[in-house]
């Protein structure tokens, strides 16, 4: 019964049919062929560079493993040695208030500059251009630029400071004002980049929605609030998800400007995983200090996912 | 580009480049002159005092706000131009005594910027070679020889896209170090920055998106006419792909001029590394703020003329990342 199916399909093409069984085979294997050697490098980049380190990280936790010594397994040891390391607290703790504090400063910075910017008509093109131009330098040279603008004596910032009476503040060489000083730093050099995305959902509004509401007597605020924040809203939502995992992985502004200091008050996650790996050469605790940012990361990712489909659900 | 055209003429202040990028993102109702690139407000509503008080008052913070953004870039260039003691005044003066021009030509010297210059430019071509080359391959088998398990494959290289780059900074270091079956140490190699460069998931998303949508039949012809899959992929996917390829460009240029943490940690070699972990390593060990500003400047250049010749991919290519990413 199977051979009739079989034959009642073939029968039109009859060179496949006389060609047989292996024929058909071997006509199929070599259709893939060609498509998977155009895979083949990036199989074989990712393979090598991305989906075997993400397993070797999680072996290497468990090991012991200096470079020229033979791994060995340790089992828990590098987690307990991380939990007995007060600095790890110590990063986790700044790492938690670099975040938060970035939301708290810079979060609706963006959110504001693209409503603003968004009613503007004249000057429109020159405002985005000039507030998306921090977000063009590398991240080496604001680091390097705020170093000096933080100066406590000639830098810029507090020289404006004094110039209005005041009496400046130490910035980054005070416990107290290092990481708000990097948030402010990090604000001034991303609210640009978040903006323009912000600007490209407003600018997808249609016009006609606005007319609609002025006709209907909405003033501009009311046009404002039920109009143009409901765009916004879903890529706040996004956005907020990108900010919390990009802080929580800051490492170019610290290590440049304060390399973790002063008494460690600037030290994040990153910044340990670095000294753990390069400065100590124990890539076992470095590994283990990397899974746990990880997992961190991967929650906050699943957190965020469950509360977009609930969102969406509504 | 039409409409940049209609647009009503505006200031000298914004360059030609700038209102493109404008009318590329607004171009709407051209025909609605009075309301151009309107947002909630409209023309009528400018009669009413109490708007046009309000908008005054946006943009003159909005005017404050951009003397905050731009001018830490004027401080840079003004400090570049100081005489040594003059960078360390209390108060500050607002323009240099005397113009040190000469502080340009000292970092450039002190820095060997050549050198690392040089070295950019040569992990910029591997990367960019790496970066591109490599997802447009599997972009196309993905989109148009679509091979069996090609949905798992897809599958495969998207989830690299929710691993955060710093989970596996260790071990992709450790993989460099003693790389498997090979067992050869690529560290202190450019190979360490090209190689994982064609880790690009992103780039495999937006290629096959844009291969998606070139129509099968041209393939099939070509075919027929006997043209292998590569000649294909090089005479006919290529050219058609341009404007894709060039966003992409752009993307790998900035990143590989920006680039610190990854070279910092494979290229210990000092003459070998980048300019950018040069420049941090200049800085660091170096108390004359005017020279070093002179090299921040430097520095600072060639992202910014790039931004203003590419800038209308570049804030197209931020919101094709982030919105339908």
């Not at chain 1, 501009?220 to 900010?243: A, D, F, G």
């Not at chain 1, 008494?263 to 746990?292: C, E, K, Q």
Request: hydrophobic fraction near 55%; proline fraction near 7%; charge should be positive.
């Amino acid at each position: 019964m199977g051979r009739k199916v079989s034959r009642g399909q073939q029968a039109p093409r009859k060179t496949e049919t006389r060609e047989g069984a292996w024929g058909r085979f071997g006509r199929a294997v070599q259709g893939q062929i060609i498509p998977w050697l155009f895979l083949m490098p990036a199989l074989l980049v990712f393979a090598t560079f991305s989906w075997y380190p993400i397993i070797l990280g999680a072996v290497v936790s468990f090991q012991e493993y200096h470079p020229l010594r033979p791994p060995r397994w340790v089992g828990f040891e590098n987690f307990q040695t991380l939990f007995s390391d007060p600095l790890f607290a110590t990063a986790w703790g700044n790492t938690a208030k670099f975040a938060l504090l970035a939301l708290l400063f810079g979060y609706m910075v963006p959110v504001i500059l693209a409503l603003a910017i968004n009613e503007v008509r004249r000057f429109s093109a020159f405002f985005r251009a000039a507030y998306y131009l921090p977000a063009i330098l590398p991240g080496v040279v604001t680091a390097v630029l705020w170093q000096w603008m933080y100066d406590p004596g000639a830098g810029l910032i507090n020289s404006v400071i004094r110039l209005f009476g005041g009496r400046g503040l130490p910035w980054l060489l005070s416990a107290e004002t290092v990481i708000p000083s990097l948030v402010i730093m990090a604000t001034w050099a991303g609210a640009g980049a978040t903006m323009v995305v912000y600007l490209a959902a407003l600018r997808g509004i249609p016009v006609e929605l606005y007319e609609a509401a002025e006709i209907d007597g909405a003033s501009v605020l009311q046009r404002i609030r039920y109009i143009s924040v409901p765009q916004v809203l879903p890529v706040m939502l996004t956005m907020l998800i990108l900010q919390i995992v990009g802080t929580i992985q800051v490492f170019t502004e610290p290590y440049v400007m304060t390399g973790g200091g002063p008494n460690n008050a600037s030290i994040t996650v990153m910044l340990l995983i670095y000294r753990y790996a390069f400065r100590y050469f124990d890539f076992g605790v470095a590994s283990a200090a990397g899974l746990i940012l990880f997992l961190v990361l991967l929650a906050i990712t699943i957190v965020y996912l469950w509360v977009t489909r609930r969102v969406q659900n509504d | 580009m039409a409409t940049a055209q209609q647009l009503p003429t505006p200031p000298s202040t914004a360059a030609p480049d700038l209102e493109q990028a404008a009318a590329l993102s607004g171009e709407r109702g051209a025909q609605r002159a009075p309301d151009q690139g309107r947002g909630a407000i409209s023309h009528l509503d400018f009669s009413r005092p109490s708007v046009r008080v309000g908008y005054c008052a946006v943009i003159v913070l909005l005017a404050a706000g951009t003397v905050v953004m731009i001018f830490p870039l004027i401080w840079m260039l003004l400090g570049a131009l100081k005489s040594a003691n003059e960078v360390f005044r209390i108060p500050p003066t607002l323009l240099p005594e005397s113009w040190h021009w000469e502080n340009f030509a000292q970092g450039w010297a002190q820095l060997n910027v050549p050198r690392y210059l040089f070295n950019t430019l040569k992990i910029l071509v591997g990367t960019w070679l790496m970066a591109i080359t490599v997802p447009a391959l599997a972009a196309y088998s993905l989109s148009k020889l679509r091979p069996a398990g090609a949905r798992l494959i897809q599958l495969g290289f998207m989830a690299t896209l929710m691993m955060p780059p710093q989970a596996y900074l260790i071990p992709r270091f450790l993989v460099l170090q003693n790389v498997p079956l090979l067992h050869i140490n690529l560290l202190d190699t450019y190979w360490a920055l090209w190689l994982p460069a064609g880790v690009q998931a992103f780039n495999i998303l937006l290629l096959r998106n844009f291969f998606d949508k070139i129509p099968g039949e041209l393939l099939d012809s070509a075919r027929i006419d006997g043209a292998s899959e590569l000649r294909i992929f090089g005479q006919i996917i290529l050219p058609l792909s341009r404007p894709i390829l060039a966003v992409l460009s752009i993307f790998t240029f900035t990143a590989v001029w920006n680039d610190f943490f990854w070279p910092l940690i494979v290229i210990s070699s000092q003459p070998k590394q980048p300019i950018m972990v040069a420049i941090q390593l200049f800085a660091s060990g170096n108390g004359a703020w005017n020279v070093v500003m002179a090299v921040l400047f430097m520095a600072t250049l060639p992202p910014i003329l790039f931004f203003l010749i590419f800038q209308r991919h570049i804030i197209g290519g931020i919101t094709l990342g982030s919105v339908k990413g």
